[in-house]
C-alpha cells in the first residue's frame, strides 16, 4: 500500500477500503430513519477515508484499517449531526416509549411487553410495532448518546480535557456499569439481537435468519432494546443528580 516514495498510495487504499465504508454504512442504516439515504453515508465515509490517508501516521502502533474504519465512521456521524436526521414528530414519540417502559417498571417491577406498552400508549400492538420499525432504532448505541439534551457528550467533555474532574470521571463509570447491568436485563430475544448486532456484527438479515424472524421485525427489536436501555439509564442518572443537588 506504500509507493515507490514510502508513502500511502492513495489510489490503492480508496479500491482496498471502499467496501468497508459500504459495510459501516449498512451497519449504520439499521439504526436510522429509513429518510436516510444510504448513498450520504458513502458519500461521507469517502470523505473519512481521503481524511484517515492524510491523517494517519506510521509507527504509532495502529493499523490503517483500524484508524480508516474510526474516521469513516466519525465522518458518517457528523454528517448525520449536521443534518438533523431525526425528525422531531418521531423525537417525541420515542420520549413517550421510554416514559412509558419506566412508569410499567416502576408498576410491575420487572420490564413491560410491547402489549403492555402498547396499550398504556392506548395503541394497537400494530401500531406499536409500525412505530418501532419506522424509528430504525432511532440511537446510535455509542455510550455519549446516554447523555440528556443540552449536556455534552463524554468525548466532548474529555478529549481536551487534561485535568478532568475525578468524581465525575467516576460518575461516568458506573453509568457505563448501569449500561452493561441494564443490557442483561433485557429480555432474551432482544438481549440475543443485540448481541449478534452489537458483539457479531451480523447485519440485519443475518441476525433475522438466526432467530426465524423477518428483517422490519429485528428493527423492531432493536428499537425496543435502545428505548429500554435509555429509560433505564437516563433514569438512573436523573436520580442520582436529584440525590446530589437535593
Not at 495502529?62 to 457528523?78: H, K, N, P, V
Not at 418521531?90 to 420490564?111: N, P, W
Not at 432494546?225 to 429509560?231: D, E, Q, Y
Request: aromatic content about 6%; charged content about 30%; proline content about 2%.
Amino acid at each position: 500500500m506504500y509507493n515507490a516514495a514510502g508513502q500511502l498510495d492513495k489510489e490503492q487504499l480508496v479500491q482496498r477500503f471502499a467496501p468497508l465504508v459500504k459495510r459501516i454504512a449498512y451497519h449504520l442504516m439499521a439504526r436510522l430513519p429509513s429518510s436516510v439515504q444510504v448513498e450520504d453515508l458513502v458519500q461521507n465515509g469517502m470523505i473519512g477515508l481521503l481524511d484517515a490517508m492524510n491523517r494517519f501516521e506510521t509507527g504509532h502502533g495502529a493499523q490503517f484499517e483500524t484508524y480508516a474504519a474510526q474516521r469513516i465512521r466519525g465522518a458518517m456521524l457528523d454528517g448525520l449531526r449536521e443534518n438533523d436526521w431525526l425528525p422531531r414528530g418521531l423525537r417525541r414519540d420515542l420520549r413517550r416509549i421510554e416514559q412509558a417502559i419506566t412508569q410499567l417498571e416502576q408498576q410491575h417491577g420487572r420490564v413491560p411487553t410491547e402489549k403492555e406498552l402498547a396499550e398504556a400508549m392506548d395503541m394497537s400492538l400494530a401500531d406499536y410495532q409500525k412505530m418501532l420499525g419506522e424509528a430504525r432504532g432511532h440511537q446510535l448505541l455509542y455510550f455519549e448518546d446516554f447523555t440528556e439534551e443540552g449536556e455534552e457528550g463524554f468525548l466532548e467533555r474529555h478529549l481536551t480535557d487534561h485535568d478532568a474532574d475525578p468524581l465525575r470521571l467516576l460518575e461516568e463509570q458506573s453509568l457505563r456499569q448501569t449500561l452493561v447491568a441494564s443490557i442483561g436485563e433485557l429480555p432474551e430475544r432482544e438481549k440475543l439481537m443485540m448481541a449478534l448486532y452489537y458483539e457479531q456484527d451480523l447485519n440485519l438479515r443475518e441476525i433475522g435468519e438466526v432467530m426465524g424472524v423477518t428483517e422490519s421485525r429485528v428493527c423492531q427489536l432493536h428499537s425496543q432494546a435502545i428505548a429500554r436501555l435509555r429509560a433505564k439509564v437516563l433514569g438512573e442518572t436523573s436520580g442520582k443528580k436529584k440525590k446530589r443537588h437535593g
